[in-house]
Every structure is written in C-alpha cells, then in structure tokens.
C-alpha cells in the first residue's frame, strides 16, 4: 500500500484492507498449489485425456436437480404444514 495514503483511511478500514489482502494472497497461494497438483497429475498420466474434453467438463454448469438431503427434510416439513412448493 502507498505510504502516502494510508493516513486517508481509518485504522477499521486498514485492517479490512489488511484482511482482504492476506485472503487474496492465500486464494493466490491456493490456485498456484491447485495448478501444480493437476500439473503433476496430467504429467504422471500414460495417455492424457484430449484438452476438449476437459474445458468441456470444467465449464459444465452445476446441476441444479440434485437435492440434499436436508432438502428433502425441508420439502417433507413443508408438505406437513400444507405448503405447496
């Protein structure tokens, strides 16, 4: 952060601007670690599966149908009390 600055903000928000920081720097660490993981897993592979195959799955959207099990407890507590969902 500049120097120059800092006396424009008060000492919550620095520490907001402290914490925001310290996360994106381990969000940062983590996709490196991420990305060096399936490195090593894709290198270890005898045959690689084709690149199309793989942004395919990655950009596949999550499934909306699937519920939890708490929803189906929701749901049923629901049905008791005459909701209709």
């Known amino acids: 952060m500049d120097p120059l600055i800092v006396g424009e903000y008060t000492p919550f928000e620095l520490g907001l601007i402290a914490k925001f920081k310290k996360r994106q720097e381990q969000l940062d660490f983590e ?3 991420t990305l060096a993981w399936h490195t ?7 045959k690689l599966p084709r690149l ?3 942004l ?3 950009r596949k959207k ?3 149908k ?4 708490g929803d189906a407890i929701l749901k049923a507590m629901a049905a008791e009390k005459g909701v209709i969902l």
């Open 31 to 33: 996709n490196m670690l």
């Open 56 to 58: 395919k799955e990655a």
């Open 40 to 46: 090593e897993a894709l290198a270890r592979q005898k």
């Open 62 to 64: 999550p499934n909306q």
């Open 66 to 69: 699937t519920s939890s099990k």
């Open 52 to 54: 199309n195959k793989l």
